[in-house]
């Protein structure tokens, strides 16, 4: 029996400087309805890649035309004011760094047990527990909302399926601790080994005799533990308490009768433009205002668990004649309360109409589809979700206005809005119906986004393996292995992320978006080798004569090969808006079936995922409400190399411990370039209108795998 205790006592001190200075851009898409405000005086954009006699052409990327208005008008659309403080809550001078110390303690105990129950078995088995202290800040600057917010989703969601808004204020009060204990952490693991002795038989020549085969097996259980990085990404990106901003919301400005301030150059102070308020000492608690500004802010996610691990294997390896051993094996995991994004506060997807039993997915999807089919208004039919929770005939004057605005039904003037304000962009259409219906049925007011890290994801991962080892005496050594993988999760990250960006993009079904990782490689050779050349002392060959073996012998040649099949690539960002997420926008779906090119562009230049860009680009269709879109559907090309280096060790003829040696080595030897990178994923066009063209880079590879080659050479004397 074995028992023991690993005990580790951290702290983590920081010195940040990024929260110290305010910043401002000219974000296109922070302008009234998502920057469609500044297009819309342009009129009917025209058609792809006209020719202009000028040497250039014009494209109607709606995005690049939103973007270079931007710019010309030259205005702070988005912009951010930070500010620090002091235990005492009094505020720091703009540029002050902030210090920070973040602290945890962590004891495993463990014990276990080798049973060797004859010389051919062998069982180990053991229980290892883990308790871990909530990360925390030793000075004293925690602060954390007073309602863990995976528990406020939860009641936003249940509130919604009634037809209730559940908008509580969020509260941030000081805490001692970020998150809650886990106490639940006991860790069990098995492993056998057995190797036997069959004698001269079938099963002796498989198992091998003289006990040269082995049989393994294992299961373990662990847990993650939250790293400092998770409190450190809190601190830094959490937005109120003694590090907090402010940034304007989207939609705050337009090109009429609110315009945003004009950029007045470098060095422009932030904190005296609009809807900035310099706060005074902080005070506890803190809350945003309810004043439906929309913002875009994130936190953590108080009920956090620890992440848990199943590991298992199966593995039979066998001693071969002439120092060759062979190892095959199946490897399994399957991961847990993994940590992933998701918004706290989403527009409620599921709000839905008592009387009919109709959701906002249902009728707004409906909307959609007709929209992409360019329906005329005339056709929509009534839907029970707009009719019946808004006043009859109301929603015409309210978003639409204009003649005849009173003789519309609330659907079609809802359809009216996507099809020739917003498009696909259906928060921002909620946003709309909240602000100008008189009814707020779907937004939390204090924000249009909350992304919090919560322990809700989960991952399998399932592999075989083929090794084979070559140990011939000291002159040769090979090792060749391949696996054959493959990883699914729900989304793919790390705790180093913003939890806006490893996000379920709708937390109403967790699952939507599972797909094979993001770092998924189906098939992965490596093979690597070390030959001692049969020729000088000590050799097969030219073992006499030190002339022979100062020219011939000592020389050595090595290699690392590895090839592995493409990385996964999504399918492209959702062509219109936000239909589901205020903040991240969708990716599109399919409609057609679509593979990646396996000629890579047909010799094209430049190099294409696909072999006709604009089918590719209509095989998709914008995001639906509620939708994510397709994820890691393609694949980019494979990627390989060949290193090889050359070497040779003289010994020094006035000592044997003195020795000289060359070695010449070059990576990439082929100078293989494999690309990656595809541009021309962010598109403004709905794909499946046949009169609409992808932009001229749609599905361009833009860079290479790895390195081109290169050689060094180096020359070594040791004594």
């Known amino acids: 029996m074995q028992f023991g205790t690993n005990i580790r006592v951290i702290r983590n001190r920081r010195t940040e400087y990024g929260a110290a200075f305010d910043s401002g851009v000219t974000n296109p898409f922070f302008y009234q309805s998502s920057g469609n405000v500044l297009i819309s005086p342009v009129g009917q954009l025209p058609s792809a890649q006209q020719p202009s006699g000028a040497g250039y052409t014009i494209t109607s990327n709606a995005d690049d035309l939103k973007a270079a208005l931007a710019a010309v008008i030259g205005r702070l659309s988005q912009y951010t004011a930070r500010f620090n403080f002091d235990l005492n809550g009094k505020p720091l001078e703009a540029g002050s760094p902030v210090f920070r110390e973040f602290a945890t303690e962590e004891y495993d105990f463990y014990g276990q047990d080798i049973w060797k129950i004859n ?9 290892r527990y883990g308790l871990s202290k909530p990360v ?26 009634q037809g209730i808004n559940y908008v509580e204020p969020i509260v941030v009060n000081k805490v001692n601790h970020l998150y809650n204990w886990d106490k639940n952490n006991f860790q069990p693991r098995v492993g056998v080994a057995w190797s036997p002795d069959f004698g001269d038989n079938l099963l002796g020549s498989f198992f091998g005799h003289n006990h040269k085969g082995v049989l393994r097996g294992g299961f373990a259980m662990t847990n993650d533990y939250f790293g400092q990085q998770l409190a450190a990404t809190f601190n830094s990106q959490n937005t109120l308490g003694f590090a907090s901003s402010q940034t304007v919301s989207a939609n705050s400005f337009n090109v009429t009768t609110r315009p945003a301030p004009p950029f007045t150059g470098f060095g422009q102070a932030i904190r005296p433009l609009p809807l900035i308020t310099v706060p005074g000492d902080l005070a506890f608690p803190q809350q945003r205002p309810a004043d439906n500004r929309r913002r875009i802010e994130s936190s953590l996610d108080g009920s956090l668990v620890s992440p848990t691990n199943y590991s298992w294997n199966l593995s039979f390896e066998r001693e071969l ?30 709000f839905t109409d008592p009387k009919s039993g109709q959701t906002w997915i249902d009728a707004a999807t409906i909307l959609e589809i007709a929209r992409a089919n360019g329906t005329p208004a005339s056709a929509i039919q009534p839907l029970p979700f707009f009719e019946n929770l808004y ?3 109301t929603l015409g004057c309210a978003i639409v206005g204009g003649a005849g605005c009173a003789a519309l039904t609330n659907t079609q003037a809802v359809y009216l809005n996507a099809a020739f304000s917003n498009g696909n962009d259906w928060t921002s259409i909620q946003d709309e119906l909240d602000a100008l219906s008189g009814r707020r049925y779907f937004y939390q007011p204090q924000y249009g986004a909350l992304a919090v890290y919560s322990t809700i994801a989960a991952s399998d991962y399932h592999a075989g393996t083929l090794s084979i080892r070559e140990r011939f005496k000291d002159a040769l050594t090979l090792d060749f292995n391949y696996t054959l993988s493959k990883s699914m999760d729900d989304v793919s990250g790390l705790q180093t992320d913003a939890p806006f960006t490893p996000f379920i993009l709708n937390a109403l079904a967790l699952k939507q978006q599972r797909a094979v990782s993001d770092f998924d490689v189906r098939h992965l050779v490596n093979a690597n080798a070390i030959w001692q050349l049969p020729f000088g002392r000590g050799r097969k060959w030219l073992s006499e004569g030190g002339v022979a073996n100062a020219i011939l012998g000592g020389w050595q040649l090595s290699s690392i090969f590895r090839w592995n099949s493409g990385l996964p690539v999504e399918a492209p960002l959702d062509f219109g808006g936000w239909p589901t997420n205020w903040n991240r926008r969708n990716y599109t ?39 994510r879109g397709d994820r890691n559907i393609f694949r980019a090309p494979g990627f390989v190399t060949l290193d090889l280096g050359l070497g040779k060790t003289w ?7 003195h020795k000289l040696q060359l070695r010449w080595e070059t990576f990439n030897v082929t100078n293989t370039q494999r690309l990656t990178g595809v541009d021309g994923f962010v598109q403004a066009l709905d794909p499946f209108q046949p009169s609409k063209t992808p932009t001229g880079s749609f599905g361009n590879f833009t860079a290479i795998q790895g390195t081109p080659r290169v050689m060094q050479f180096g020359l070594r004397y040791s004594f």
């Open 119 to 127: 010389p051919s078995l062998t069982v180990t088995y053991g229980l």
């Open 589 to 627: 779906v399919r409609i057609a079936p679509i593979e990646a090119n396996p000629n890579r562009g047909n010799g094209t230049t430049p190099a294409n995922l696909f072999s006709d860009p604009a089918a590719a680009f209509h095989s998709f269709r914008s995001g639906r409400p509620g939708e």
């Open 136 to 161: 925390y800040e030793t000075q004293g600057f925690m602060a954390a909302p007073n309602i863990p917010l995976g528990e406020y989703l939860r009641r936003r969601i249940e509130s919604a399926s």
């Open 321 to 350: 004649p002439h120092g060759l051993v062979i190892e095959t094996a199946y490897i399994g995991r399957a991961a847990r309360h993994l940590l992933a994004g998701r918004d706290a506060v989403q527009p409620n997807l599921n």
């Open 651 to 657: 010994s020094m003829p006035w000592s044997e411990r």
């Open 391 to 393: 006043a009859p005939g």
